[in-house]
């Protein structure tokens, strides 16, 4: 039986390894194709993770610090591969938007330092991308290795801010294989701008931007030709030169900035630190950068312009300029993608304004509007097709500061993105700058399709002092003035006040100040305040003037007039802080900070009484406390009697609104002073 029960197991184990042999007999080299598991997991199932890679970012700028206009930081990429095999790595440094404390507009801070951006251990050379604020590393393959490789950029903070405000800033790093993020590390700073005081602004006419347009040459020009006429060099002689020659800086790019982007054309403006002439090349990939478009004209500030480009297409392009000398500076190799197709809105008078409290400042026949410097104003843009809108900012850039050709696009103030608050209907308050100027107001609109342009209101913003009254003897402010305004109107040829319109704030603060926006046009300006003989003056804004004036009172001396000024004073005062004690015993927070207040003073007070005692005077005239004062003994005890009783009256005022639980502290410290004065004095 045991035999039969061995034969019959035999054949169960020999069936399965026949029919095995049988299939790879008759399906040959089935094995010899099968892949191991080792490579399985290798190419397709092991997926990266951080520990494969050490990846560390740091910055020149301790993190945290405060930065200055101008003020450079360079940032260092440490990295290195603890892979069994060489893996395709990608490195992508940013840099964002700075937030203005305060508020919640944005401003571009950092520029790219162009030229800094270092090529990695195997020779990738980084590729910038100015829409996106990034530079990009695309290493083919890193190796396993035991040294950390580094790659390095550099920042510079823009030095045409005008915010006053603090503004944070964030810059970061992400290191990734085949798509997988692996790392990401952030850095922050602040910038603050120290202002620079200011002329009065006046108005001037700024000159139009010199455009290259861009024509594809397909043999690409020689470098900027030098030429080889002496010039300005010194003639051998026996004269003298009274002053050594300057020594010029190295040749080098200021800054490199896109204006705008569309389906088939790019604007780009490059600024170089001396007078030069350009080879601009641009292709479709980073190793060929084939079309070339040559300036010859040497200027600090270039405006170029692409055209006949295809839409929805990745272009890189480097710069190479040069200056008289024949020294040549080439740029990194940037990048950007022109959008699906033309999509952008345009933007006329018709469908943009701009208003505070209210008033609207823009319209057809104003050319100008006039606003008190730091004042929020409201952008409205109403726009027929907005589903081709993804985003519309809106800032304020200075027309003035801009060097040698007048650019426009600088000194940026704010910045605010536009919500849709109504069907086609975008609105959003931008801060005004807090320092004189003459500036525009810009518009920068995204469309879905990758696009963006920039365009400003067609109308100029002087940025102006508040209105000021004072005294005309003493230049002092007047405080607490009344301010009517009326605006004349050309309909009726009359003035209309503008107070039945618009509830307006036209009492002047204690620096004797009023804050205004209006556009352009005659005002007639009625000043009062008690004491003060009254004054009308007219105003041409916008035509005559473009600042707020400063409007002086004569003072009345009458004693009517003294007695009328005293009894409104203290009206006012009274009014104002029986209004404000209202608001305050609102809230709860403030009610339980009071009492806690309260309780302060009496435990301060009770430790005095505690310590009193022990420093007496033998007469018993003066009580003199360790902590290195004294007062006569009955001054003392009315003190501490008024105030007990003035803390016994809160605190049963307390009691009887909000419970014993609050005030049981209080009220014990009460009692307890009390007990102490009667035994120690």
Known sequence: MSNIVSKERFFLVLFPVLLFGLFFWIKPGLLSNAQTPEEIDVTATVPATPTDIDFSFSGSETEGVTLNDGDQVDFTIQYRSNLGSSQLFEIVGGWDEGLIEGTGNYIDVFEYLVGSGTASSDGTVPVIDLQNRTITWNIDSLAPSAEYHSVSFSLTVRDDLTTENRISVTTKAEGSIFGNLLHQEEIGYYVQHTPTPSSTPTATATPTPTTVVSTATPTPTAGPTSTATPGPTNTPGPTN??????????????????????????????????????????????????????????????????????????????????????????????????????????????????????????????????????????????????????????????????????????????????????????????????????????????????????????????????????????????????????????????????????????????????????????????????????????????????????????????????????????????????????????????????????????????????????????????????????VPKQVFNLLVDFWSVLSLFTGSFFWAYQGLVKVWLLLFLILITWIIKGIGL
């Open 241 to 630: 030169t009274p002053t050594p020659t300057p020594v010029l800086e190295a040749l080098r790019f200021v800054s490199l900035r896109l204006t705008e982007v569309s389906a088939n054309k790019v604007k780009i403006l490059f600024k170089t630190n001396q007078e030069t002439s350009f080879i601009f090349r641009y292709g479709l990939s980073s190793k060929q950068l084939t079309e070339t478009v040559v300036g010859l004209a040497r200027k600090k500030s270039h405006l170029l312009e692409l055209d006949n480009l295809k839409p929805d297409t990745r272009y890189y392009f480097q710069i190479e300029a040069g200056n008289q000398k024949g020294d040549l500076i080439v740029s990194d190799i940037f990048t950007l993608q022109t959008s699906r197709k033309e999509g952008v809105v345009e933007i006329n008078r018709g469908n943009s304004r701009l208003s505070f409290e209210g008033i609207p400042l823009t319209g057809e026949p104003f050319e100008s509007v006039i606003v008190t410097k730091g004042l929020p104003l409201t952008v409205t843009l109403e726009l027929e097709e907005p589903g081709e809108v993804l985003s519309i900012f809106a800032r304020v850039v200075d027309s003035k500061v801009l060097g040698i050709n007048n650019l426009r696009p600088s000194i940026p103030t704010g910045r605010v993105e536009l919500i849709e608050m109504l069907p086609g209907v975008f609105s959003g308050t931008i801060l005004a700058p807090k320092q004189e100027c003459v500036c525009d107001l810009v518009l920068e609109i995204k469309d879905i399709y990758g696009g963006f342009f920039s365009t400003g209101f067609p109308y100029q913003v002087y940025f102006s002092p508040p209105l000021k009254i004072l005294n005309a003897k003493n230049s002092k402010p007047i405080e607490d003035a009344s301010l009517s305004i009326s605006r004349y109107q050309e309909n009726l040829k009359d003035y209309a006040f503008l107070g039945k319109a618009f509830p307006l704030i036209t009492n002047a603060d204690h620096r004797g100040e009023i804050s205004l926006a209006l556009p352009s046009g005659r005002y007639s300006i009625n000043v009062e305040a008690i004491g003060y003989l009254p004054v009308t003056q007219k105003m041409e804004l916008g035509i005559s003037t473009f600042t707020y004036p400063t409007i002086y009172l004569e003072p009345d001396w009458s004693f009517k007039s003294r007695c009328l000024y005293y009894r409104q004073s203290a009206k006012d005062v009274l009014r104002f802080t029986f209004y404000h004690a209202q608001d305050f015993f609102a809230s709860a927070r403030a009610r339980d900070a009071f009492l806690i207040l309260i309780a302060g003073v009496n435990l301060l007070l009770f430790l005095t009484i505690f310590f009193a005692g022990k420093g007496k005077s033998d007469s018993g005239k003066m009580t003199r406390i360790n902590f290195g004062f004294g």
